[in-house]
């Protein structure tokens, strides 16, 4: 159900708005920023970690999670900000803070420096990520909401999917650092569009004041409500999961099974199992309903992180590549349907008030995500077996946390 509650005087001010093909292209793109921000650089972690003076291997892994730390703090400005100034001006100065934050690793010249643009970065990204979720609230409910999401994420995923090719390419023709430059230019595109095609859905009788209050109020709504603290949880332990590969992924393909100029072709295949997962829940979601896809998913998941873990603990911690690649497949597709539908579920209770609850249940997911990634991630110890435990150790709780949550 698309909702309509925009003023006359708004609808007849502002341009005809963008339709479904383009609006999903418009949010996939701008929701991509924190995507294309981590994938991009996974080639480059070597180049940078040498001409940055990083003296610890595992050390590098923290340009991953640091900007997922700067996303959870700035979805909780940015989420409150967008319900009391409207979705527009939001997103705009959360993109000058991203533009900023790609300026700063461009001319960074010490690593502290670099994690610094990192986690500005990743606040400035958390404004085009929780102003689309917004925009997508204001204007869908329920199901409808979860195709809109799913349709996003099925555009979205193929940009991660060929992100590191990208940044591949690039580093055959410059340095890592074009590649900050590329991000930068790239956003300026995004949001020339944004400005010029997307309408305010957020009208003034609708908006709710700046207020610590108001802000402290949504945050016991969030805590409040079982099924959507529940689900904010699970959603955190499954990013965490995902996190925790993305830290490791490139120590893994590169070092364990030497694939050198093959690892964005291996990347991309698994991200497009998961683009599959999502393109298939946005045609089924409204057949099978939310709460059916993710518990079948969430338990597929699990059961198969427990049986490869055993797998790969027999064999000494590393499988033949074709085993791991099997594994990971599968498990990023049920993990393309979780990331539909988890979010969804969480703030189904939550419309009256969507921009701060937006940003409350994101920010807690990474909250929760980032220290789990980290630790998976540093736990890198030349096998994939904290890898794998920590797939088969979060998705266990995530079931047990999601029976929880529905009062089982």
Known sequence: MRRQHQDPMTLQAEKPPPGFVESILLMALLISLTALSIDTMLPALPDIARDLGVRHANDIQLIIPLLILGLSIGQLIFGPLSDSMGRKPVLIAGAAIYIAGCALCLFATSFPVMLAGRVLQGIGASGPRSVVIALIRDQYEGREMARMMSSIMSVFILIPAVAPAIGQGILMVASWRAIFGSLLVLTLIALAWFVSRQPETLPPRHRIPFSVREISRAFIVVFGTRMTLGYTIVAGFVMGAFLGFL??????????????????????????????????????VIRYGMRTLTDRAMKTLAVLSVVYLSVVYAMGGVSPLWM??????????????LFGNLNSIAMKPLGHVAGTA?????????LIAVPLAIVIGRSYNGTTLPLITGFAVLSVLSIMTMRWADGE
């Open 247 to 284: 830290n490791s992924v490139q120590q893994i393909f590169q070092e364990i099974y030497r694939l050198d100029g093959r690892f964005p072709l291996y990347f991309a295949v698994l991200a497009l199992s998961l683009g599959c997962a999502s393109f298939l829940n946005s045609r089924i």
């Open 324 to 337: 791991l690649m099997t594994c990971l497949m599968a498990a990023f597709f049920c993990i393309g349907i």
């Open 358 to 366: 937006s940003a409350v249940v994101g920010s807690l997911s990474s």
